[in-house]
């Protein structure tokens, strides 16, 4: 395939999103400080590199931070409402390969992730195992020239950890989304915020006074319910880990099942990661005008089948929000069609939380060209971890203590008792 091969929305708006990249440039300095080091050494030279990710500004620093390394980037989405179409023209008119445009269907998903493969990549670069899966169903003559794999989220990573419990995954990923500079800071404070800013970009509710009910409290579920508490929002946590569960109580919010707070909630948010956790019989329990929104991966977290069958009838009603009108009178609110709010009805993540994400998936990268990776699904080495948080400490103009030798010598022997 060609160097200039692309499908995009609409290559006349490559303008807007190059204006996009650039102010990620200017708010990703960690990424910019690896560009640089790529520039030099060109670690990832005769190389391609095949993602599947979110195409958004940050993705387009990531990808240029790789080409920067030697390496050749082809890029589909991750999402079929997530592509900032601006963004995918952008990366197209400077010449790589780009398969993403909003408004993908579920077939022409999965034909952009195709033309991915058709480059046969060497390393892949997934968000949701989508990439590896179609790797080792439809097209697993390419597994043996893969160096290896990163993978970004939490749902593609029990996905990895699924075929590597069944033998299935046949080489090795780098779990990119337990990294500390990761999941501590981009699910954390980047869904947190930005699964707020999707919903007020829909909705334009006033969020203080309001119960917000967060499904799941992992470390994505941990941040919206801190942000949401943070816009004066009434936080109702739902779980089915009882360390979890325990943990949300002890930071101060409400927990209790679903189906119970299905009849207090007004703004619903998934983030588990695990598919049906609103059903039909918790939305026939709902307040009329409740609002639900999802940020987990999939478009499965909100059964959406069983709404459609109560309702009488749908319509859009801003961009991004549906109104359902049951067959008792009562409306209820879909935002971004169950998709990720966060992406499909906002910007996604901040670029300065992203810049630690996609650093560990630059190092990462470079770190499977450069060591033979065994099958099965690996933890990012935690000298790359620290160097991120290095790096970032260092752009903020943030300096820490060092260990004397004497506090060394201490903490790596056992003789000193109390005195």
Same mark, same amino acid.
């Given at each position: =395939?060609?160097?200039?091969?692309?499908?995009?929305?609409?290559? #006349?708006?490559?303008?807007?999103?190059?204006?996009?990249?650039?102010?990620?440039?200017?708010?990703?300095?960690v990424?910019?400080?690896?560009?640089?080091?790529?520039?030099?050494?060109?670690?990832?030279?005769?190389?391609?590199?095949?993602?599947?990710?979110?195409?958004?500004?940050?993705?387009?620093?990531?990808?240029?931070?790789?080409?920067?390394?030697?390496?050749?980037?082809v &890029?589909?989405?991750? #999402?079929?409402?997530?592509?900032?179409?601006?963004?995918?023209?952008?990366?197209?008119?400077?010449g790589?390969?780009?398969?993403?445009?909003?408004?993908l269907?579920?077939?022409?998903?999965?034909?952009?992730?195709?033309?991915?493969?058709?480059?046969?990549?060497? &390393?892949?670069?997934?968000?949701?195992?989508?990439?590896?899966?179609?790797?080792?169903?439809?097209?697993?003559?390419?597994?043996?020239?893969?160096?290896?794999?990163?993978?970004?989220?939490? !749902?593609?990573?029990v996905?990895?950890?699924?075929?590597?419990k069944?033998?299935?995954?046949?080489?090795?990923?780098?779990?990119?989304?337990?990294?500390?500079?990761?999941?501590?800071?981009? #699910?954390?404070y980047?869904?947190?915020?930005?699964?707020?800013d999707?919903?007020?970009?829909? !909705?334009?509710?006033?969020?203080?006074?309001?119960?917000?009910?967060?499904?799941?409290?992992?470390?994505c579920?941990?941040g919206?319910a801190?942000?949401?508490?943070?816009?004066?929002?009434?936080?109702?946590?739902?779980?089915?880990?009882?360390?979890?569960a325990?943990e949300a109580?002890?930071?101060?919010y409400?927990?209790?099942? =679903?189906?119970?707070?299905?009849?207090?909630?007004?703004?619903?948010i998934?983030?588990?990661?695990?598919?049906?956790?609103?059903?039909?019989? /918790?939305?026939?329990?709902?307040?009329?005008?409740? &609002?639900?929104?999802?940020?987990?991966?999939?478009?499965?977290?909100?059964?959406?089948?069983?709404?459609?069958?109560?309702?009488?009838?749908?319509?859009?009603?801003?961009?991004?929000?549906?109104?359902?009108?049951?067959?008792?009178?009562?409306?209820?609110y879909?935002?971004?069609?169950?998709?990720?709010?966060?992406?499909?009805?906002?910007?996604? /993540?901040?670029?300065?939380? =992203?810049?630690?994400?996609?650093?560990?998936?630059?190092?990462?990268?470079?770190?499977?060209?450069e060591?033979k990776?065994?099958?099965?699904?690996?933890?990012?080495?935690?000298? &790359?971890?620290?160097?991120?948080?290095?790096?970032?400490?260092? !752009? =903020?103009?943030?300096?820490?203590?060092?260990?004397?030798?004497?506090?060394?010598?201490?903490?790596?022997s056992?003789?000193?008792?109390?005195?």
């Amino acid at each position: =395939m060609s160097k200039n091969d692309y499908k995009v929305k609409d290559i #006349n708006l490559a303008e807007s999103g190059k204006n996009k990249i650039e102010w990620a440039e200017d708010h990703m300095p960690v990424l910019m400080e690896i560009k640089k080091e790529f520039e030099k050494r060109k670690p990832l030279k005769n190389l391609t590199v095949g993602f599947s990710l979110h195409v958004t500004k940050e993705t387009a620093v990531l990808v240029k931070t790789l080409i920067a390394g030697g390496a050749k980037v082809v &890029i589909a989405g991750c #999402n079929p409402l997530s592509t900032h179409d601006d963004v995918a023209a952008a990366l197209a008119s400077e010449g790589v390969n780009v398969y993403a445009w909003r408004g993908l269907s579920t077939k022409e998903y999965y034909e952009c992730i195709n033309d991915v493969l058709d480059h046969n990549p060497d &390393i892949t670069v997934d968000d949701g195992c989508d990439l590896v899966t179609v790797i080792h169903k439809e097209r697993p003559e390419l597994i043996k020239n893969i160096k290896g794999g990163c993978e970004e989220t939490t !749902t593609g990573i029990v996905r990895l950890q699924a075929m590597e419990k069944d033998n299935a995954l046949k080489y090795g990923i780098l779990d990119i989304n337990d990294a500390m500079t990761k999941h501590f800071f981009d #699910n954390r404070y980047g869904t947190g915020q930005s699964s707020l800013d999707g919903v007020l970009r829909a !909705t334009s509710v006033l969020i203080a006074g309001k119960n917000v009910v967060v499904a799941g409290y992992g470390w994505c579920g941990r941040g919206v319910a801190m942000r949401a508490n943070g816009l004066g929002a009434n936080v109702i946590v739902t779980e089915v880990d009882p360390v979890k569960a325990l943990e949300a109580a002890m930071d101060g919010y409400r927990v209790m099942k =679903m189906d119970d707070a299905a009849h207090f909630g007004d703004i619903f948010i998934t983030t588990t990661g695990d598919l049906n956790v609103i059903r039909g019989e /918790h939305m026939k329990g709902m307040k009329s005008g409740a &609002i639900l929104a999802n940020a987990g991966h999939f478009n499965n977290e909100i059964k959406i089948p069983d709404l459609e069958k109560m309702s009488v009838s749908r319509k859009t009603i801003r961009d991004n929000t549906e109104k359902f009108v049951l067959k008792d009178g009562r409306k209820i609110y879909l935002l971004a069609e169950g998709r990720l709010v966060n992406l499909a009805a906002a910007e996604g /993540h901040p670029s300065e939380v =992203m810049d630690m994400s996609f650093a560990n998936q630059a190092l990462g990268v470079q770190y499977i060209a450069e060591h033979k990776m065994e099958k099965g699904v690996h933890k990012i080495p935690e000298e &790359i971890d620290k160097r991120v948080a290095a790096l970032k400490l260092k !752009t =903020m103009n943030i300096e820490i203590d060092k260990l004397t030798e004497e506090q060394i010598k201490y903490l790596n022997s056992w003789e000193e008792g109390t005195a």
